[in-house]
């Protein structure tokens, strides 16, 4: 495992996050980006990622709707997300991350056979191009969020994964350390965005590190179903903003990076002796 952030795609942002001492960044081209754009500067895109020795470790598109009123596909949003696929093979980016809007007036069965349909396009469309598609467990135009959709759709696609957020299955009162424990081998891509908790309710995003969230059982767990992908902090609070904000990133830098099996390390013997 590495970690990584979220950020933008021109020099400065790869710069940024080589000054941060991270090795990894993530792009959200999202629904009010024109894939197409970004795709034209795959060249530059990549040359950037050599010079700074920062690889893009996971490209994703939130909040398109993706099918239509009718469940139908909406070839303009096939189109976008294909753009993205194309541009993490020029990149060298190992993960592509969407979703699936719900369709009303469609039954749950319906709807996760509609979901089956897309990802089984993109899933065809990635394939040979080393890519891997996982959907997103937020719920942000999309509802393959949890174990009741993945049990289905995920059960259908043996080569679809999850990109795991733990903040979104608590603010679901999910039990979150259930959830990776029951789902870890499919994970492709985490982020690390924290969640801080009040008297039983989402109080704040705050950074990893300085919430509630369980880091050290999310970690043995990731280790435990072999992630060894990209940790992406995610800064989401408006709470942690400006010189605050850019400290708080740096703190959970130093937070996450204990976590993190040196890359060197090797065991001779197993320690666990009976």
Known sequence: MYLGIINGWDEGHFKAVSELGLQGIEFCVNHNYDSAEVLARAEEIRANSEKYGVRV????????RRVDENGAVIPEALQHDKNLIDLCEKVGCPV????????EGKSYPENCEIAIDYFSRLL????GKGVKIAVYNCDWENFVVDD???????????????K??????????????KVLADWKERVYHVHIKGN????GASYDDSPAGLDTTKWPAIMALLYIGNYNGMLSIEPHSGNWRGTKGQWAVKYTINFMRPF?????????DDVYMP
Request: charged letters at 20%; aromatic letters at 12%.
């Open 148 to 162: 009741k959709a993945w049990s289905v759709v995920l059960g259908a696609l043996p080569e679809l994964g999850i």
């Open 96 to 103: 592509f991350n969407c979703g699936c809007n719900w369709t």
């Open 164 to 177: 795991f957020d733990s903040s979104h299955s608590i603010n679901r009162h999910e039990d979150y350390i």
């Open 260 to 268: 993190l099996m040196p890359e060197d390390f090797t065991a001779e």
């Open 124 to 127: 065809d469309y990635a394939r």
């Open 196 to 199: 801080l908790q009040v008297n």
């Open 57 to 64: 470790g996971a490209i994703g598109r939130w909040g398109m």
